[in-house]
Antibody, heavy 121, light 107 residues
């Protein structure tokens, strides 16, 4: 059973870059899409984007200009970098498995526990 | 972007009630819809995919139906563990978007 775990700073200053890593255990990172999803406190869910095991990405256009998602197959990890953050980027950030690359399976069947990132000076 | 609208936003129900949540898409999404359950402080959990397929391990009291622009999630007999917030998510075209959520509360 695959498990995902987010890690990274819980506090980021405005205008700086938010950086998170998701470690995948119990399964290979190969053959799947790997996503980031966020949830502002008390609000709904927003898909940020995904990376596949060869590094191809797809980003939410609302964040595209500030976003980079990458994969490190040797470590079974994928990462999120969001630049020029503001208070509006304060949220719980989840990493999730989005489904295999061999079909149209773009739902999220495994999730990390989530990590709260607060943007504040 | 495709907008997903859930109704109601909040639902008060009792144990053993039959509960139905509706999700409407701003344009046709065929059957590319998933449902999730989220409890406070926890990650969402996949319940249903492709509108009506039950995820492995999810109790059979959960069911999904619909296609095109209108979808429903039904809980046939509400159990104490089912009080939570439910979200729909489309995956018809980028970007994937979620509904705003339906909170199922104890009546």
């Amino acid at each position: 059973q695959v498990q995902l775990q987010e890690s990274g700073p819980g506090l980021v200053k405005p205008a700086e870059t938010l950086s998170l890593t998701c470690t995948v255990s119990g399964g290979s990172i190969g053959g799947y899409y790997w996503s980031w999803i966020r949830q502002p406190p008390g609000k709904g869910l927003e898909w940020i984007g995904y990376v596949d095991y060869i590094g191809s990405t797809n980003y939410n256009p609302s964040l595209n200009s500030r976003l980079r998602i990458s994969v490190d197959r040797s470590k079974n990890q994928f990462s999120l970098k969001l630049s020029s953050v503001t208070a509006a980027d304060t949220a719980v950030y989840y990493c999730a498995r989005e489904g295999t690359t061999s079909g149209w399976l773009h739902y999220f069947d495994s999730w990390g526990q989530g990590t709260l990132v607060t943007v504040s000076s | 972007d495709i907008q997903m609208t859930q109704s109601p936003s909040t639902l008060s129900a009792s144990v053993r009630d039959r509960v139905t949540i509706t999700c409407r898409a701003s344009q046709s999404i065929s059957s590319w819809l998933a449902w999730y359950q989220q409890k406070p402080g926890k990650a969402p959990k996949l319940l249903i995919y492709k509108a009506s397929s039950l995820e492995s391990g999810v109790p059979s009291r959960f069911s999904g139906s619909g296609s095109g622009t209108e979808f429903t999630l039904t809980i046939s007999s509400l159990q104490p563990d089912d009080f939570a917030t439910y979200y729909c998510q489309h995956y018809n075209s980028y970007p994937w978007t979620f509904g705003q959520g339906t909170k199922v509360e104890i009546k």
